[in-house]
């Protein structure tokens, strides 16, 4: 799979406790766990929240978001 080209100005911040940081850059989205460990997320969504379990890539959860 290759990552997705994105606008690399998206910028997704944490909320909730749990959930992870979603940033576009380098045309992929990319995934910022709590722990500081960074893993590729190759998802063609935008606007959205990823909850990821454990250390694998696995999405559990998405919630889309409305833009303000």
Avoid: C, H
């Avoid at 590729?40 to 890539?57: H, S």
């Amino acid at each position: 799979m290759e990552g997705v080209e994105v606008d690399s100005s998206l910028v997704y911040e944490v909320r909730p406790e749990g959930w992870s940081k979603v940033v576009a850059e380098n045309g992929r989205f990319q995934l910022l766990k709590l722990q500081k460990r960074i893993l590729t997320l190759f998802y063609p969504v935008r606007n959205a929240y990823f909850l990821i379990l454990g250390k694998e890539r696995t999405i559990i959860k998405r919630s889309y978001l409305s833009r303000e």
